[in-house]
């Protein structure tokens, strides 16, 4: 048994698990707009958060090893572009 079996030893399940996810099913269902809006901002943010250090990280040596200005522009644009992606995401 665990921690809490005493807890729900008295309490009886009053409908089967098929029929709790029918429900949870017909209630996403009218919200279904709203869950792909969510899940796909969550997507994009955590794909911007992700990609900021490793832009940063590059920026860095490319400073270092070639002095090229003209990619670190770039880079510097893409961060801010993510920057504000991940803003409006959160």
Request: aromatic letters at 10%.
């Amino acid at each position: 048994m665990g921690r809490h079996a005493a807890m729900f030893s008295d309490k009886t399940r009053t409908r089967k698990t098929s029929v709790l996810l029918k429900v949870l099913w017909y209630y996403l269902s009218n919200h279904a707009r709203s869950v792909i809006i969510v899940a796909i901002l969550t997507l994009f943010y955590t794909a911007a958060v992700t990609i900021q250090p490793l832009l940063v990280e590059r920026a860095i040596n490319m400073l270092l090893v070639d002095r090229s200005f003209s990619v670190l522009n770039i880079l510097i644009i893409l961060y801010i572009a993510l920057a504000v992606l991940g803003w409006v995401a959160q």
